[in-house]
Nanobody
């Protein structure tokens, strides 16, 4: 059974930094893309950043220059370094792994940025 386990969320002041991690356990097979999404209360879940198995990255305009996504393929782990955090970054952050079979989601980790 595959599980994605996230860590690193929390409460931080505006301008601060956090680093999220998401690791897969179980026999997940070949991973194509790894991504981070976020959902603020009362809104839809939106893409924050994605990284392909070739290392190509793509970011939402709102986080470009502040967030960095990276992956460790050997560990089936994806990271999201978040700098210069703003109150509008407050949301539940979810990781997602695309495979050649099913897609997998993490359980979500809360990030709260105080002003």
């Amino acid at each position: 059974q595959v599980q994605l386990v996230e860590s690193g969320g929390g409460l931080v002041q505006a301008g601060g930094s956090l680093r999220l991690s998401c690791a897969a356990s179980g026999s997940i097979g070949s991973i194509r893309n790894m991504g981070w999404y976020r959902q603020a209360q009362g809104t839809q879940r939106d893409l924050v950043a994605i990284i392909t198995n070739g290392g190509t990255t793509n970011y939402a305009d709102s986080v470009k220059g502040r967030f960095t996504i990276s992956r460790d393929g050997a560990k089936n782990t994806v990271y999201l370094q978040m700098n210069s955090l703003k109150p509008e970054d407050t949301a539940t952050y979810y990781c997602k792994f695309n495979t050649w079979g099913p897609d997998y989601w993490g359980q979500g980790t809360q990030v709260t940025v105080s002003s």
